[in-house]
């Protein structure tokens, strides 16, 4: 059973960022370790470093947490996935044509795997909510799947809107193109999961596919 309580936040405190992050980082190490159900509260505070009451104020219970780790997962994302759009596919990027978008595309992609999808921590979490979808119905639309995608769907209306690419639903495309680069990268099998350059080229292949599925014609 997951351990409950009724939370109370205590969003003031001296010290929270630093405190918040500590136990989400033991939090995840404990989950993908022992699996959700066998990690108790009291081994997520002494991995922190601070007390269970603390633990409690915090996040309530551990589905709080569980939900926290998939939230702070999804705000490194988001901050890496702006850069990536900031560096490469911005309403100022060099971008003209068609082999102008499928270049900067790739290098978005890349960048992308190199700045998120290398984190171990980001392939965990990822495990952690296949694990545990069934059980925690707040997931079902979690912010490692809603915001990044948001985002990109975003630059991929615009693009349309010149005439770069061809789509119809955006937000759908989106969807294709975290399953043709994240997702692929994410679940490389074990022999090969642990090398940037594999990554790198599965990102720019999943990147190549998506804008031959997506190119204006």
């Not at 171990?120 to 979490?125: C, H, K, R, S, Y």
């Not at 690419?165 to 642990?194: C, K, M, Q, S, W």
């Not at 350059?197 to 990147?207: C, H, K, P």
Request: proline share 3%; aromatic share 6%.
């Amino acid at each position: 059973m997951v351990e409950a309580r009724a939370s109370s936040p205590e969003r003031g405190r001296p010290g929270n960022a630093v405190k918040r992050a500590q136990i989400i980082s033991a939090a995840r190490r404990l989950f993908v370790r022992d699996g959700v159900e066998r990690t108790s509260m009291d081994a997520i505070a002494a991995e922190a470093g601070v007390s269970k009451r603390t633990v409690y104020d915090y996040y309530g219970d551990k589905q709080g947490l569980l939900v926290g780790v998939v939230t702070a997962a999804g705000d490194s994302l988001l901050h890496s996935m702006r850069e990536a759009i900031d560096a490469h596919l911005s309403d100022h990027a060099a971008i003209a044509d068609r082999v102008d978008l499928d270049r900067a595309v790739v290098r978005f992609a890349v960048e992308l795997g190199r700045s998120a999808i290398v984190n171990a921590d980001f392939a965990a979490t990822l495990r952690l909510i296949a694990e545990n979808r069934a059980s925690l119905a707040e997931l079902k639309s979690h912010p490692l799947a809603e915001e990044p995608e948001k985002t990109f769907s975003e630059r991929i209306s615009h693009f349309a809107g010149l005439g770069l690419l061809d789509a119809e639903d955006p937000r759908e495309a989106a969807d294709h193109f975290t399953a043709l680069t994240i997702l692929r990268a994410v679940y490389l099998p074990p022999d090969e999961n642990g090398s940037a350059e594999r990554i790198d080229a599965v990102m720019a292949s999943g990147a190549r596919a998506f804008m031959r599925a997506y190119e204006s014609r």
